[in-house]
């Protein structure tokens, strides 16, 4: 004779079920989430350093790329910095705007703090829930077609392009070293990070309190870890 099972005994079985579903659910999501995270800002960094290379070609080919009389003294490679892409205005016809613009494939543009849309968290923090503001003043930002956030600016006094990347825009959680990265562009058209210590992702500063700041180390962090974001 076939026995059933008892009201109590079928509640019993979904109460265990649901128990661990709580404990595994969340385990599988977090962990499948940093992989995701981590192949978006791949594939973000793919498409810097190729539109790089792009620029770069392009204006050599036309030679168009000049030095000042300091560089020329000092026999400076003609890389990023000197092509029209790498210039410190940013405007419809040189520097970060005119650069991801042109060079990228795109949904939005002049979509970062002040912008005519958004396509960058309004707040950005560290996984201690440390508040770093938005997106710093000067930064262009676009955001492409993957649904990444890219923001570019000309440090002038490092005479580097510096670039935040959020590999998934305005949507959350909007926290340096899970979805948004640092680092800028060298002369050869590659990307590195602000700071290539990773030890140094979110660890406290004596100053500085900008994603910047906080997120310089991340991006290190990430590609040596094979771009999944390490368990702390």
């Not at 204006?59 to 790498?86: I, K, N, Q, V």
């Not at 829930?129 to 006094?157: E, H, Q, S, W």
């Not at 997120?215 to 990430?222: L, M, P």
């Amino acid at each position: 004779m076939k026995k059933a099972f008892t009201f109590l005994e079928v509640m019993f079985g979904l109460a265990v079920v649901g128990l661990i579903s709580a404990m595994v659910i969340p385990i599988f999501y977090n962990t499948y989430g940093d992989k995701v995270m981590g192949t978006q800002l791949k594939r973000a960094c793919t498409q810097i350093t190729l539109a790089t290379k792009e620029v770069m070609t392009d204006e050599r080919s036309d030679d168009t790329m000049t030095l000042d009389a300091e560089e020329e003294e000092a026999d400076t490679e003609r890389g990023f910095y000197y092509t029209t892409a790498g210039v410190k205005t940013s405007n419809a016809t040189q520097g970060a705007q005119y650069f991801l613009n042109k060079y990228f494939k795109h949904s939005k543009v002049n979509c970062g703090p002040g912008g005519s849309a958004d396509c960058v968290g309004e707040k950005y923090r560290t996984p201690k829930k440390k508040n770093l503001g938005t997106i710093p003043v000067g930064f262009y930002c676009i955001k492409t077609v993957n649904a990444a956030a890219i923001c570019m600016k000309f440090d002038a006094d490092e005479k580097v392009t510096k670039v935040i990347v959020d590999v998934n825009g305005a949507d959350k959680p909007n926290i340096t070293g899970s979805d948004t990265f640092v680092m800028y562009i060298t002369n050869d058209g590659n990307l590195k990070d602000l700071d290539e210590n990773a030890d140094n992702c979110n660890k406290d500063r004596e100053s500085g309190d900008s994603i910047l700041d906080y997120g310089a180390g991340c991006f290190s962090k990430v590609v040596t870890n094979g771009w999944a974001m390490p368990k702390e």
